[in-house]
């Protein structure tokens, strides 16, 4: 299969870069074809336009989009599925990423109609500081998965899945417990893609 690997973090000196890094090594462990966006090394606009706005407040599906989001746009119609990876803040990806959302899913592309392809599987990898079982335990896991994987892809793919690596934060007792216990873990999920 071939991927989009979308990378989400403003510094290489992270524990997410080290997951990243171990999606892309075990994609071509295992013969998979894969294209990158890395959006801090970008410097993808996270920010939309008002003439984006407006051509997608009127569904003005006719009008160009800009030409970072027409490339983002391509790399997903050669891709069979895509692989997020980043770390959550404040439940929530990073506002670059939720940008990339905001711009690349035009009407058009995305919907109203959807001209993507339909992808075979999409993962969101996302590290954090809280446990698992306290994201499950607050509802905070069922609500970024819903907002993961049914809002932003919803039909748009065979499967979506969220993965989560818990106790990440810098300072805490469980980085280093969990740290290669989750990369083994990364490695195993893309190894059954």
């Keep these: ?29 295992n013969n998979h074809s894969y294209e990158t966006s890395d959006l801090y090394a970008m410097n993808f606009q996270s920010d939309m336009s008002e003439s984006e706005y407006l051509r997608e407040a009127y569904y003005k599906k006719d009008q160009p989009v800009p030409q970072d989001v027409a490339l983002e746009q391509e790399k997903l119609r050669k891709a069979d599925g895509i692989i997020f990876v980043f770390p959550v803040f404040w439940t929530e990806m990073p506002s670059k990423l939720v940008g990339w959302f905001d711009r690349v899913w035009t009407v058009g592309f995305a919907y109203e109609p959807c001209e993507m392809p339909h992808f075979k599987k999409v993962l969101f990898l996302a590290c954090a500081g809280n446990s698992v079982d306290h994201l499950k335990e607050t509802g905070l896991f069922t609500a970024m998965e819903k907002i993961f994987c049914l809002d932003r892809i919803n039909s748009r793919a065979e499967s979506a899945e969220l993965h989560v690596f818990e106790g990440m934060s810098r300072g805490m007792e469980t980085r280093e417990k969990f740290y290669k216990k989750h990369l083994e873990q990364i490695e195993k999920i893309v190894e059954e893609l």
């Design 1 to 29: 299969m071939h991927f989009l690997v979308v990378y989400c973090h403003p510094s290489h000196d992270s524990f997410t870069w080290q997951m990243y890094r171990t999606v892309l090594n075990s994609l071509q462990k």
